[in-house]
């Protein structure tokens, strides 16, 4: 059964560093990319980015670019998603999702969603 | 970036009742587009992938058509169940951008 589990709520302050994860299992965790998508209170879905596990290829969204890092390490099968300085802007839910055999068959298993709060 | 652009923001609906919810691509996407349901404080829902191709374990009254930069998902007969948000997402070419959502209400 495929599986995709992240890491628990976080509640930090503006300026402190995080890195948040999403845990693969049952399925070939290097075969397929992964996505993360933002989803800001009462908000529609914003795709942020995906890597590609097997060589760790990105594509990023410029929305996003510089504010996040997309990593992953294959002998966890985990995903990361990371921020170095954090916003009250940030604050949201963050999910991870596989695509499909490409990535043009969309998501089909997506992680609970992070809680992400970043309050002073 | 390709912005993707929902009609109509929400709307009100019997059980029963067919709805169309329409979705265009500022640009030709071929049929990378893929429809999403959400219900509140849960995960995304993958329901049609490539404009048209019924997700496994997606019920057929559910149905996509379209190609280009014109899209719409079809609900045939509306269930109780089927009251959420719905999105959707081009793959074409990232960033793989989503539209602002269709919010499905009970009338």
């Known amino acids: 059964e495929v599986q995709l589990v992240q890491s628990g709520t976080e509640v930090k302050k503006p300026g402190e560093s995080l890195k948040i994860s999403c845990k693969a299992s049952?399925?070939?965790?290097?075969?397929?990319?992964i996505a993360w998508v933002r989803q800001m209170p009462g908000k529609g879905l914003e795709w942020m980015g995906i890597?590609?596990?097997?060589?760790?290829?990105?594509r990023d969204s410029p929305s996003f670019q510089g504010r996040v890092t997309i990593s992953a390490d294959k002998s966890l099968t985990t995903a990361y998603l990371q921020w170095s300085t954090l916003r009250a802007s940030d604050t949201a839910i963050y999910y991870c999702?596989?695509?499909?055999?490409?990535?043009?068959?969309?998501?089909?298993?997506w992680g609970q969603g992070t809680l992400v709060t970043v309050s002073s | 970036d390709i912005q993707m652009t929902q009609s109509p923001s929400s709307l009100s609906a019997s059980v029963g009742d067919r709805v169309t919810i329409t979705c265009r691509a500022s640009?030709?996407?071929?049929?990378?587009l893929n429809w999403y349901q959400q219900k509140p404080g849960k995960a995304p829902k993958l329901l049609i992938y490539?404009?048209?191709s019924l997700q496994s374990g997606v019920p057929s009254r559910f149905s996509g058509s379209g190609s280009g930069t014109n899209f719409t998902l079809t609900i045939s007969s509306l269930q109780p169940e089927d009251f959420a948000t719905y999105s959707c997402?081009?793959?074409?070419?990232?960033?793989?951008?989503f539209g602002q959502g269709t919010n499905l209400e009970i009338k």
């Open positions: 640009q030709s996407i071929s049929s990378y």
């Open positions: 490539v404009a048209s």
């Open positions: 890597i590609y596990p097997g060589d760790s290829a990105t």
């Open positions: 997402q081009q793959t074409s070419s990232p960033p793989h951008t």
């Open positions: 999702a596989r695509y499909g055999e490409t990535t043009g068959k969309g998501a089909d298993y």
């Open positions: 049952g399925y070939s965790f290097t075969n397929y990319w």
